[in-house]
């Protein structure tokens, strides 16, 4: 098949810059996944090689660029997002309410069409379930979506919790004050923060109580109200804790419940309160059940291919 060439113009050198990525990093990835050769002069892309791999990477540089232009990121891993959506069909940009914005910084975009739904479903119902293996951005999704609603104003208070197993939620016998036995279960709920808010930000709303992070059994008792709720590792709770947690729902609260249920860490032959709450809550107006698959891995490339092979099992 004859090789062409096909030149996009640009307005913004600058924007040109970013959708290149480090050491043209982008364009390395698109290069690979279509098969054509990219030079990038001033405000234009050069893409060389059969007229409709050629074309689809066209498609997906505009896209890029678009984005950009929406202020939104466009890393690797976005960029492998879309490759892998324009393996399925025509790209399609996520829509304005499936974004998470932040006063001062870029907003999170959904990197594939469940993450899309999760977010989406986190806006408009009351207990949102996030479950699917792990590297999915269930917990980091649902994080940064409660810190956005905090740093906007639209909540009073992010509370986060886990089911501390590996403590066997005895911490009361771990060394320290309480923050320093909680955080080593926390530390993804922690990164997250970091990541979105800034850790000066977050240390300043975890001093003056706006965001709290305990395990699951800290919960009792309480109403949790006017805030948003991260039950997270949901499949280690067992049902009691489970519904414990979801009957702490107060006024003007949003829960995400995030797991994964065929990796629960309970004792051989108790039920996951996740898997149990999955069943008995399927079809209640207010709740909603996202579930990811291995393609919507968006860690390392690898880790879909890893997922995959275990929910396959071994080969006879």
Not at 28 to 43: K, N, Q, R, T, W
Not at 251 to 265: H, I, L, N
Request: overall charge neutral; hydrophobic content about 40%; some cysteine.
């Amino acid at each position: 098949m004859s090789k062409q060439t096909e030149i996009f113009e640009f307005d913004d050198v600058d924007l040109v810059r970013r959708l290149c990525g480090s050491n043209h990093a982008n364009l390395a990835l698109i290069e690979d996944a279509f098969g054509v050769y990219i030079e990038a002069p001033g405000s234009a892309v050069h893409i060389n090689g059969d007229g409709p791999s050629v074309a689809r990477a066209g498609e997906l540089v505009k896209e890029i660029y678009q984005r950009l232009e929406r202020g939104w990121p466009c890393g690797p891993s976005d960029i492998r997002a879309l490759i892998r959506a324009m393996g399925k069909g025509k790209v399609k940009a996520a829509t304005t309410d499936a974004i998470i914005p932040f006063p001062r910084r870029s907003p999170i975009v959904p990197k594939t069409p469940r993450q899309e739904k999760f977010i989406h479903a986190m806006r408009e119902q009351t207990i949102t379930f996030g479950v699917g293996p792990a590297g999915t951005g269930k917990t980091f999704l649902a994080t940064a979506y409660g810190a956005s609603l905090l740093a906007r104003g639209e909540i009073t208070k992010f509370i986060a919790c886990r089911p501390a197993v590996e403590a066997g939620e005895r911490l009361g016998f771990l060394p320290g004050d309480l923050n320093e036995k909680v955080d080593p279960y926390m530390q993804p709920i922690w990164d997250a923060l970091h990541m979105v808010l800034g850790k000066d930000e977050v240390d300043r709303r975890r001093a003056t109580g706006d965001i709290e992070i305990a395990p699951l059994a800290f919960m009792r008792g309480r109403t949790l109200s006017d805030a948003f709720v991260v039950i997270d590792e949901a499949q280690n709770a067992t049902i009691p804790q489970m519904k414990m947690v979801l009957t702490r729902l107060g006024e003007r609260a949003k829960y995400a419940v995030t797991g994964d249920p065929t990796q629960t860490d309970l004792p051989r032959g108790q039920t996951s309160g996740l898997a149990h709450a999955l069943g008995i809550l399927e079809g209640i107006k207010g709740i909603e059940q996202i579930k990811f698959l291995a393609s919507d891995v968006v860690r390392h490339p690898l880790v879909g291919k890893i997922v995959n092979a275990y929910e396959k099992g071994p080969k006879d």
